[in-house]
């Protein structure tokens, strides 16, 4: 059983999505239930084979039986293992919520919902535990679609925002498939534990050059590293609650994931660090997007807008944080995928129980929220100290080390941009908690001027449950961090 | 704007032909692709798996697990598609129009109105201007059948000739389409559903993923074909043909079965009217 987990994994959740389609022309009904189990069955796999790799080290699994490079391998490490939780909790919480939103929107198409649900995080699952260059793009395609279909679904806006989404992510897939290529041609193989045997012993790297260039040109765009990141805002925030919820906390974070397996285990340090110039573009790049997604987002009156600009500021903390190149500046940008995570699906968990009772999300429709729905106010709290970076959550841990490996690199622009978003970060979340204590205007457009009780009008439990878990975490992440370093982290970090 | 654009595209393009430089020659056959797995597929393929088309044992076995999610990412795009646009409740329109199919009269029935019966001469249309062809139609009956045969063929001789599912299936696909555009959305749907389209198009991916579970449950790694050996009676090696055959097969039904339910949710709007 236990030998058989990296392929569980990912064919639970996708054979669930047939079974939910076809049955949901009986019924709307066995979908949730199939969905669920299918999830926590993914995120039962995840602990196991996580545990797994602590124990014994790396897991290999060949599919089809063939021996890499001549079939396709999954190759587990720690790194995987970790991120591997990561999506199957984040997705498993966030469908939990997802019931009551789902219920009685999408017009009888609620089976098809969940069927893309299950396959866009059976997607991400594979992008992460694949140790093939290419079958990783495959799994690209299939979490793109799927994340197409669930975002064009939103309110009036999400179809072009997820048409602009499609160009952008094809566009995206399209490079990392060229640099794919070139590497093919180059090397004549598409396992990753085979390329990194194979690039160092190439004489002339021109090709391997390019390589590199188009697979993270591609990435980038797919995890709208500014100024690539045109697609994402709008994307995010007109996409229905319940899926916005699985892709804003997911995606992003798994592209990184996969720039770090690149540049770890197909290109080798060596050769990624080794280039006089790219590092310290990455890093700029990395700057300019915190500065701008920081600046971009106290422009926005909307909170699901300004989550989007916060992730496109918290995307540069980790491509900065990895480029440093130094163990602390990796350590950070490694728990920081971790941490922004599940920050951002507590944040956006929030957002989507501020939809559900008020039907929007504009700023000034949050007066009297303190009174109105205490319990999502206080999860928001500390979801946004976290994004802040303030003690004992756990966005001050991964910020902490990001700094520190700024220092060390001695990249002050970093440090500043750093220390920059959390300013504006303070400035934009304390202006929005300023915002829900107001008391909210009559229905003649005068505020009442002595106090009457406002009626409380929490969100129903079963997208309360799964924040308050969610809200545990960030300080329960926060309180073992350093465990999770020294235990998990350090033995990714290879020896540069 | 469009300048930019411009100016990007062609920065693009010299760097895209700048990597070529040091591409290796045409059909070199040292060239890193050519010597390093490519001899062993070609060498080993036949005894490994007792398939003759070196092509079909890459994609359907040693790369297997790509093909299926290449399926599964037809299956999605179907899925996507339906999701997006179907509509279950549209307002329906009041008065039916019905032709009469040898005089070409068309009447407006009311609401509440009698409709004539199923196999009367009269057809179902949604605006005035509706052509009708018989050349076009009959022929297309004519031919549809041996297009079919043919689609079959392209299936099951995968394993010997260029061909296969991906293949096969859209060219059976093709079949109904081409029914659907010489007749209307409403008689192809009366024969072939929403519902087994879209039902045929799990079923297909689910028998390429079953398959590979099944591999797993009895006792081997997924999609090991030659552990089915014991369950279909032969040798490990023919058995990876055989289990070649049944993911080609499932990849042909949903391939078809996903052009199909494409074919009426983007011809109709998702509203399943007479289509184009």
């Known amino acids: ?496 | 704007m469009k300048k930019t654009g411009l100016i990007m595209v062609i920065v693009t393009g010299i760097l895209l032909i700048a990597g070529t430089t040091e591409f290796p020659d045409w059909a070199d056959p040292n060239s890193p692709a050519s010597s390093h797995v490519s001899p062993y597929y070609i060498l080993k393929a036949i005894d490994d798996t007792a398939v003759p088309n070196v092509v079909s044992a890459v994609l359907a076995d040693y790369r297997g697990y790509d093909t299926m999610f290449e399926t599964a990412v037809i299956f999605a795009a179907g899925l996507a598609c339906f999701f997006l646009l179907r509509q279950f409740n549209r307002k329906r329109a009041k008065t039916k129009m019905y032709r009469h199919v040898p005089t070409g009269i068309i009447i407006d029935i009311d609401e509440g109105g009698k409709l004539p019966e199923e196999n009367s001469n009269f057809e179902r249309i949604d605006s005035q201007w509706t052509p009708y062809d018989l050349i076009i139609k009959t022929t297309c009956r004519i031919i549809i059948p041996f297009i079919q045969v043919f689609a079959l063929y392209v299936i099951i001789h995968g394993h010997h000739s260029p061909g296969g599912g991906f293949q096969g299936g859209v060219i059976l696909g093709a079949t109904i389409i081409l029914f659907a555009i010489s007749h209307d959305l409403r008689t192809t749907i009366k024969r072939l559903s929403e519902k087994m389209a879209s039902v045929f198009s799990s079923m297909g991916v689910f028998l390429f993923a079953a398959t590979g579970m099944l591999c797993l449950l009895l006792g081997s790694v997924y999609l090991d074909y030659s552990a089915l050996s014991d369950l279909l009676g032969t040798d490990p090696v023919m058995a990876r043909s055989h289990g070649i055959l049944i993911i080609e097969i499932g990849v042909g039904l949903s391939v078809m079965a996903v052009m199909i339910w494409l074919y009426y949710n983007l011809s109709s709007a998702g509203k399943h009217n007479e289509g184009l």
């Not at chain 1, 045997?197 to 500014?226: D, N, V």
Request: proline share 5%; aromatic share 12%; charged share 10%.
């Open chain 1, 1 to 496: 059983m236990s030998e058989q987990f990296p392929a569980l994994l990912i064919t639970v959740p996708l054979i669930s999505a047939f079974f939910i389609t076809a049955l949901g022309w009986r019924s709307a009904k066995p979908a949730y239930p199939i969905a669920l189990l299918a999830l926590a069955s993914a995120l039962f796999s995840s602990m196991g084979l996580f545990g797994e790799v602590l124990k014994h080290g790396k897991v290999s699994y060949r599919l089809g039986g063939w021996p890499p490079p001549f079939g396709i391998e999954y190759a587990v490490d720690a790194l995987n293992a970790f991120v591997l939780v990561v999506i199957s909790f984040v997705a498993l919480i966030n469908l939990i919520a997802a019931k009551r939103k789902v219920d009685g929107s999408f017009s009888g198409k609620s089976p098809a919902f969940y069927a893309l649900y299950v396959m866009f995080v059976s997607g991400l699952l594979g992008i992460t535990v694949t140790g093939d260059v290419f079958n990783l793009y495959v799994l690209l395609e299939i979490t793109a679609l799927t994340g197409y279909a669930l975002i064009g679904m939103g309110d009036k806006h999400a179809p072009l925002a997820g048409f602009n989404y499609l160009i952008m992510g094809t566009i995206g897939a399209s490079f990392y498939l060229l640099g794919v290529g070139y590497l093919y041609l180059a090397t004549g193989s598409l396992n990753m534990g085979n390329l990194s045997e194979i690039i160092p012993t190439i004489q002339s790297k021109q090709t391997i050059i390019f390589a590199f260039i188009f697979c993270l040109l591609g990435l980038f765009i797919k995890m709208a590293l500014f100024p690539l990141h045109n697609w994402l805002p709008n994307a995010y925030s007109y996409s229905p609650p319940a899926a916005s919820g699985l892709i804003a906390p997911l995606t992003t974070k798994v592209m990184i994931y996969v720039m770090i397996r690149l540049v770890y285990s197909v290109f080798t340090p060596a050769f990624s660090f080794g280039h006089p110039i790219l590092p310290t573009v990455f890093i700029w790049l990395a700057i300019i997007a915190i500065v701008m997604g920081s600046l971009l987002a106290l422009a926005q009156k909307n909170l699901l807008k300004i989550l989007s600009y916060i992730i496109v500021a918290e995307v540069g903390y980790m491509v900065g944080g990895f480029w440093l190149g130094n163990s602390d500046g990796m350590t950070g940008a490694i728990l920081h995928i971790a941490n922004d995570a599940l920050m951002t699906l507590c944040l956006f968990l929030v957002a989507g129980n501020f939809i559900f009772v008020l039907k929007n999300d504009r700023l000034e429709s949050f007066k009297g929220l303190i009174h109105k729905m205490p319990l999502t106010m206080a999860a928001f709290i500390i979801g946004a100290l976290s994004i802040i970076g303030v003690p004992p959550t756990c966005g001050f841990f991964s910020k902490w080390y990001l700094i520190k490996g700024g220092i060390e690199a001695g990249q002050y622009g970093f440090v500043a941009a750093l220390l920059f978003s959390s300013l504006v970060n303070v400035i934009l979340f304390f202006k929005i908690i300023e915002i829900t204590y107001f008391e909210p205007e009559t229905k003649d457009g005068h505020s009442l001027h002595h106090h009457v009780a406002i009626p409380r009008e929490e969100a129903p439990l079963s997208m309360l449950i799964p924040l308050a878990i969610t809200t545990l975490l960030l300080i329960g992440v926060g309180l073992y961090s350093k465990e999770i370093v020294t235990g998990i982290i350090q033995h990714v970090l290879p020896t540069i």
